[in-house]
């Protein structure tokens, strides 16, 4: 199956832009979901199909997807937003996670 | 709102068969064009996901561990369930079951995981 690459870390400040990648062969061509997950927590749904936000989800997560990168963009970060991330792709007979990026908001 | 809730041993033998349950509450397991995943996370590691079953029963695994996994829905209970034979310590997890619901290429509800150790 693919392998979707991630970076390990990204750090931030309160209320500026973090940027998460998400690499993988053709990824553009597939539907990408991000999932955030609180140190002890389940994972929840941040953006699904590439752009689109779940419903409770805050209007600072953004998705966009091209080429072989997919990018989760987390616009005004808070504190709250600090934690793991996962990319996560269909590749047509089945769903394949990246290798998490941990966000801290220093 | 879709509700998910794993249970089964929390201990598991090597070579055994690890099965778990996953009970779906504020929706029908029989209903709707759905799918219903199980996925793991070892401490500290990524997560993995291991197959999911179709409203109408078809099902996908993730070709890493298909030999070993199967995955089954049982509408009378509305619940689904997961087997993975010949478990050794490599197997040690968090295991999730989740709910496609909004969208095929991803999972919108997930349970709260139940901790799933291999040992003798």
């Known amino acids: 199956s693919s392998e979707l690459t991630q970076p390990p870390s990204v750090s931030v400040s309160p209320g500026q832009t973090a940027s998460i990648t998400c690499s993988g062969d053709?990824?553009?061509?597939?539907?990408i979901c991000w999932y955030q997950q609180r140190p002890g927590q389940s994972p929840v749904l941040v953006i699904y199909?590439?752009?689109q936000r779940p419903s409770g989800i805050p209007d600072r997560f953004s998705g966009s997807n091209s080429g072989n990168t997919a990018t989760l963009t987390i616009s005004g970060t808070q504190a709250m937003d600090e934690a793991d991330y996962y990319c996560?792709?269909?590749?047509?007979?089945?769903?394949?996670f990246g290798t998490g990026t941990k966000v801290t908001v220093l | 709102q879709v509700q998910l809730q794993e249970s089964g041993p929390g201990l598991v033998k090597p070579s055994q068969t690890l099965s778990l349950t996953c009970t779906v509450s504020?929706?029908?397991?029989?209903?709707?064009?759905?799918?219903w995943s199980w996925i793991r996370q070892p401490a500290g590691k990524e997560l993995e996901w291991l197959g999911r079953?179709?409203?109408?029963?078809?099902?996908n695994y993730n070709p890493s561990l298909k030999s070993r996994v199967s995955i089954s829905v049982d509408t009378s209970t509305n619940q689904f369930s997961l087997k993975l034979t010949s478990v050794t310590a490599a197997d040690t997890a968090v295991y999730y079951c989740?709910?496609?619901?909004?969208?095929?290429?991803?999972?919108?509800?997930w349970g709260q995981g139940t901790t799933v150790t291999v040992s003798s």
């Open positions: 504020g929706a029908s397991i029989s209903s709707g064009r759905h799918f």
């Open positions: 053709k990824l553009g061509d597939k539907y």
């Open positions: 079953v179709y409203t109408r029963g078809g099902t």
């Open positions: 996560q792709a269909w590749d047509g007979s089945s769903y394949v």
């Open positions: 989740a709910f496609s619901g909004t969208s095929p290429y991803g999972m919108d509800v």
């Open positions: 199909q590439d752009t």
